[in-house]
Each structure stands twice: as C-alpha cells, then as structure tokens.
C-alpha cells in the first residue's frame, strides 16, 4: 500500500450509504477511543481550571482498583477483557467475504520478521524523542507527573501491566489505524485528512496527561499513519506500541525509583 491507493477510486460506503458509514464510524468511537477522548478534554479543562499548578498534579496509570487483592485482580483483568470488544467489533465491522479483516488490516503472521523489524525501528524512533518530550512538559509545566502502578505489588502485577500494554497497542492501532483508515477512505477522505484527524484523536485521549502527551501522541499518530499508508499493515505498530507500553508501565517505576528528583511528582 502507498499513499496513492489511499485516494485511488470513487468513495465505496457499501450498502450502508455514506450517512450510514459515518453513523457506524461515530458508534464505534463512542463505544471505545471517542469516548476516552471526551472524558480526556473534560479532565484537561479541569486541571487547567484547577487552583494547583499543572506541573503539580499526577495521573495514575494502571492504578489500584481495589485493596482486596482477588478483587483488584478481577477488576483489572475484566476491565482489559471487556475492552477487546471494541477490536473485536470493528474487526467484525471489516470482515469480507472471501477476505478477512486480519488480512485487510496486515495484521496476521505473513510478514513476521519484516513486521519485528519495523516494530523495533519505530520504537526506536518514537521511544526516545517521547521520553526527551516527557521531560521537557515536566520541565515546562504543561505535563503532570505520571504515577505508575508499583511492579512488585503482587506476583501477578507485571503480567497484567503486560496485558495492558498489549490491549492498548491493539485498541489503539486496529481502530484508529486500521479501522478509521479504511472506513475514512472509503468515504473519499484524503490521505494526509486521515492521517491529521486520526493523529489529533490519538493525542486528545491522552490530554489527562497534559498538553505534552498531547502533542507527543499526535506525532506519534502522524509517524504511524504514514508509515500504515506505506506498508498496508498494522502488525508492526501493534508490536512497536505494546512494546513501547511495556517498558513505560514496568520500566517506568524502576525510572521513577531511580531518579525521583527528575521523574517523581513534584511536591
């Protein structure tokens, strides 16, 4: 795939129609990302209004939900199960006859080293300037102090921080990559349209951050978009974001424990 094929031929919205398409877009969106986008402008305005100074708040990150360990578990584990739904009905949403969605969106096996090898050059690429960008919204007051969830809480924590960084690469990338890109082709969207709005989504829902994680994720939307326009496939951006969100939910509180003075919330 390449960024010609994305505008190549007249819009196709199916039987639906073109008002169908975008009520299916808009139901999708509030069923999973579009939803977390609303909340995350409510949380923003609400800390900008807030009499404590943004560089002086804290977002917890893969939190407690309960003091009852079998308890937080279940919560935790429910909560990653139920929001595979969204990936399962947008895949659903895309099956062909003939074709499936896994094959649609490149997100089967076919192309396995070549897939680990982009993952790994776009963690390289995104992981390092995010983290430098991170730092600077600290240093400049537009980014709140992210709390991590203590890796050594229980023996099952890692494994969940794991699993959460699994679901957030596969929400993320199938249904604001994968899904949007198609359906927003379809109906006669221009390749850079898709690529700005769907990058401008992925930054918004994570404003409860600050406005640093804002543009952080927008240009990360921007490197992904162009890079699913190129290569017609989601699997490396799944491998590229679960790895990135691996080592941010375990590696993060290691960092945090060893140079609080730069990453701990200030007091």
């Not at 010609?4 to 999973?32: F, H, K, M, Q």
């Not at 082709?185 to 769907?198: K, V």
Request: proline letters at 6%; charged letters at 15%; aromatic letters at 12%.
């Amino acid at each position: 795939m390449n960024p010609g094929r994305l505008d190549s031929g007249p819009p196709n919205t199916g039987r639906l129609g073109r008002a169908g398409r975008y009520w299916e877009v808009a139901i999708v969106l509030g069923l999973s990302l579009g939803a977390s986008a609303v909340y995350s402008i409510v949380a923003i305005i609400a800390r900008l209004t807030d009499t404590t100074p943004l560089a002086k708040q804290t977002a917890t990150i893969n939190g407690s939900q309960s003091p009852r360990e079998w308890l937080d578990f279940s919560y935790q584990f429910l909560d990653l199960f139920f929001q595979l739904f969204g990936v399962a009905l947008v895949l659903f949403l895309l099956w062909q006859p003939g074709r499936s969605a896994f094959r649609r969106l490149g997100f089967n096996l076919t192309e396995k080293r070549r897939d680990l090898f982009r993952g790994a050059g776009l963690v390289l690429a995104i992981g390092v300037p995010g983290l430098a960008l991170y730092l600077a919204g600290r240093m400049l007051g537009i980014t709140v102090a992210v709390v991590p969830q203590p890796i050594d809480t229980f023996w099952w924590t890692i494994p969940i921080l794991v699993l959460s960084a699994v679901r957030a690469g596969l929400t993320e990338e199938l249904i604001v990559v994968g899904y949007l890109f198609t359906r927003l082709r379809e109906l006669g969207w221009s390749t850079w349209t898709i690529i700005g709005s769907t990058a401008l989504l992925r930054g918004s829902y994570h404003l409860y951050q600050g406005i640093g994680p804002f543009v952080g994720n927008a240009v990360m939307g921007v490197v992904f978009g162009w890079c699913y326009t190129r290569w017609g496939r989601t699997m490396p951006l799944v491998i590229a974001h679960a790895i990135l969100d691996i080592l941010s939910f375990v590696g993060y509180p290691l960092a945090v424990a060893w140079w609080p003075a730069l990453l701990a919330p200030a007091a």
